[in-house]
T-cell receptor, first 115, second 119 residues
């Protein structure tokens, strides 16, 4: 069974600083990988996804993530955060099996931006 | 394009009452998922359907919870009788396996959620 670990429950970053949110997964092969963002009172919005190919994927809002097979990681990065990036971020893993498109989500990392 | 639609957005009910949450997935999507989110337990998958058939309901807490998908454009999650511990935000999501720049995969799109309060 697949699993996801987000080791950081809460991260505080200054506006304009760079950001990296960590995600580690456990899966028997190369999974599908996702990052979602949830603003207060909102649903989850897809930031980016990795299916195969180029291990550095670009997403919306200036985010990117890099798949590292050797480290079983899919960390999310942004070179310069904005106050509007304050939210909860979820990493998710999915199996490469159609008809069974269940995602396993991490526990989330809450991002606080300080001026 | 319309996203996943959920109704109602907020529901307040008394313990013992029946609650029905509704979801309309994105047109053309063939998988539908019901999640529950609480501070204590985070995001939990309750049940998911593929082509209107329940595939995995192992996350449904107990017999008080039931879900149906009578057709490709509508699903309900029912709680009967409701209890205060059912208070949570309930999300519906849908997906479709597809090709993205030549690579096959899928992603889930979430609705805005229904905030349920049981008093």
């Amino acid at each position: 069974a697949q699993s996801v670990t987000q080791p950081d429950i809460h991260i505080t970053v200054s506006e304009g600083a760079s950001l990296e949110l960590r995600c580690n997964y456990s899966y028997g092969a190369t999974p599908y990988l996702f990052w979602y963002v949830q603003s207060p009172g909102q649903g989850l919005q897809l930031l980016l996804k990795y299916f195969s190919g180029d291990t550095l994927v670009q997403g919306i809002k200036g985010f990117e993530a890099e798949f590292k097979r050797s480290q079983s990681s899919f960390n999310l990065r942004k070179p310069s955060v904005h106050w509007s990036d304050a939210a909860e971020y979820f990493c998710a893993v999915g199996a490469r099996r159609y008809g069974n498109e269940k995602l396993t989500f991490g526990t989330g990392t809450r991002l606080t931006i300080i001026p | 394009d319309a996203g996943v639609i959920q109704s109602p957005r907020h529901e307040v009910t008394e313990m013992g009452q029946e609650v029905t949450l509704r979801c309309k997935p994105i047109s053309g999507h063939n998988s539908l998922f019901w999640y529950r989110q609480t501070m204590m337990r985070g995001l939990e998958l309750l049940i998911y359907f593929n082509n209107n058939v329940p595939i995995d309901d192992s996350g449904m807490p107990e017999d008080r919870f039931s879900a149906k998908m009578p057709n490709a454009s509508f699903s309900t999650l029912k709680i009967q009788p409701s209890e205060p511990r059912d208070s949570a935000v309930y999300f519906c999501a849908s997906s479709l396996a597809h090709l993205d720049r030549g690579r096959s995969g899928y992603e889930q799109y979430f609705g805005p959620g229904t905030r349920l309060t049981v008093t």
